[in-house]
T-cell receptor
Framework: ELKVEQNPLFLSMQEGKNYTIYCNYS?????LYWYRQDPGKSLESLFV?????AVKQEGRLMASLDTKARLSTLHITAAVHDLSATYFC??????????????FGKGTHLIIQP | DAGVIQSPRHEVTEMGQEVTLRCKPI?????LFWYRQTMMRGLELLIY????????DSGMPEDRFSAKMPNASFSTLKIQPSEPRDSAVYFC????????????FGNGTRLTVT
């Protein structure tokens, strides 16, 4: 059974600071996704990581994937209040073609204070 | 594109009643997923379809839950009879066949069973 663990689950940080969210998963996979969810809202896709060493950046967020370590990170640079949200990582169940359901981590509830 | 459309947005019902949740995927997407989100259990995959065919329903918690996808533009998730522990936010998501595409989520249906 695929398990996805995120840490920390809760994070309060100040604006302007840097921090990293970690996502570990238990079995081999070549597909990892990061999502954002604002309170009471839907999930928004942030990044799709498909290969070992993949790195993607969007604004103050950067995601990376190490398939050998089964680890992905989401790095926040110079945090701003607008980035306050819950961030989820999700892993595909099998490699190869064809869509299948993703297994989600518990999410990291991020609060960025002025 | 209108995105994934779910209805109703909110549903309040009494224990024992039948509940039907509806989903219209993004046009051209041929995979559809039903997820349930609670504070305790996070995001759980209930069932997913590829080309209108149910592929994996191992996440459906009990026989009280059933899902159908009669055509490419419509799916339902039915709970009969409903119980208070079914209270959750139910999300529908869709994606293209390509295994590397992200899931696009609807706004969810918040179900409360009293």
């Amino acid at each position: 059974e695929l398990k996805v663990e995120q840490n920390p689950l809760f994070l309060s940080m100040q604006e302007g600071k840097n921090y990293t969210i970690y996502c570990n998963y238990s079995t081999t996979s070549d597909r990892l996704y990061w999502y954002r969810q604002d309170p009471g809202k839907s999930l928004e896709s942030l990044f799709v990581l498909l290969s070992n060493g993949a790195v993607k950046q969007e604004g103050r967020l950067m995601a990376s994937l190490d398939t050998k370590a089964r680890l992905s990170t989401l790095h926040i640079t110079a945090a701003v209040h607008d980035l306050s949200a819950t961030y989820f990582c999700a892993v595909g169940g099998r490699s190869g073609g064809g869509a299948d359901g993703l297994t989600f981590g518990k999410g990291t509830h991020l609060i960025i204070q002025p | 594109d209108a995105g994934v459309i779910q209805s109703p947005r909110h549903e309040v019902t009494e224990m024992g009643q039948e509940v039907t949740l509806r989903c219209k995927p993004i046009s051209g997407h041929n995979s559809l997923f039903w997820y349930r989100q609670t504070m305790m259990r996070g995001l759980e995959l209930l069932i997913y379809f590829n080309n209108n065919v149910p592929i994996d329903d191992s996440g459906m918690p009990e026989d009280r839950f059933s899902a159908k996808m009669p055509n490419a533009s419509f799916s339902t998730l039915k709970i009969q009879p409903s119980e208070p522990r079914d209270s959750a936010v139910y999300f529908c998501a869709s994606s293209t066949w390509a295994g590397n595409s992200p899931l696009h989520f609807g706004n969810g249906t918040r179900l409360t069973v009293t």
